[in-house]
């Protein structure tokens, strides 16, 4: 049982390529996330979908674009790099019932230079 | 708005207490402890949910006190496995259903022996 994985597990950009970060969850669940983690900032919301063909907006969703073609699997695109967004992202996903654990992945250091 | 955890971080010998908070400004409807040692994901620990229970497995416990929007988190005999740092996500009551959570800044803790 693989639960939450997410593909690259790092990756170095040059400012104003962009990329695509995957995640993959095997457990049918319909809520999906996409958190950035910086030094003394904790986990901070990006984009999430609360089901297939669904996506919203999070805390700091600026700059980052995200689908969700298929229920279990969740992509964060970033269109042009920027520096400000070296950061470990982490994917997550929850089931249906109200107030049920977040299931990370291992998460995907990215650096932009 | 993030909640305010306290500590920031604490450092701790072997068999020591600890007791970590976490303060919202918005009504809450549920915490969530999660514990995330270097490099890896966060674990889910324990969810409070409103009704100000209080919830614990082997040595780790958690309360809720609803009234005040804060949630405490307390290690007993504190073991080398401990150490980490430690998360609060809160689920407020006007986001409930939304299945989002805001997550706390983090408490560093290091267990030394």
């Known amino acids: 049982n693989a639960g939450v994985t997410q593909t690259p597990k790092f990756r170095v950009l040059k400012t104003g390529q962009s990329m695509t970060l995957l995640c993959a969850q095997d457990m049918n669940h319909e809520y999906m996330y996409w958190y950035r983690q910086d030094p003394g900032m904790g986990l901070r919301l990006i984009h999430y979908s609360v089901g297939e063909g669904t996506t919203a907006k999070g805390e700091v969703p600026d700059g980052y674009n995200v689908s969700r073609l298929k229920k279990q699997n969740f992509l964060l695109g970033l269109e042009s790099a920027a520096p400000s967004q070296t950061s470990v992202y982490f994917c997550a996903s929850t089931g249906l019932q109200a107030s049920q654990p977040q299931h990370f992945g291992d998460g995907t250091r990215l650096s932009i230079l | 708005q993030q909640p305010v955890q306290s500590p920031q971080a604490v450092i701790l010998r072997e068999g020591e207490d600890a007791v970590i908070n976490c303060s919202s400004s918005k009504a809450l409807y549920s915490v969530h402890w999660y514990r995330q040692k270097h490099g890896e994901a966060p674990v889910f620990l324990m969810i409070?949910?409103?009704?100000?229970e209080q919830k614990g497995h082997d040595k780790i416990s958690a309360s809720f006190n609803e009234k005040k929007q804060q949630s405490s988190l307390y290690l007993t005999a504190s073991q080398l496995s401990y150490s980490g740092t430690y998360f609060c996500g809160t689920e407020s009551v006007n986001n409930f259903g939304n299945e989002k959570l805001t997550f706390g800044t983090g408490t560093r803790l290091t267990i030394i022996p």
């Open positions: 409070l949910l409103k009704g100000g």
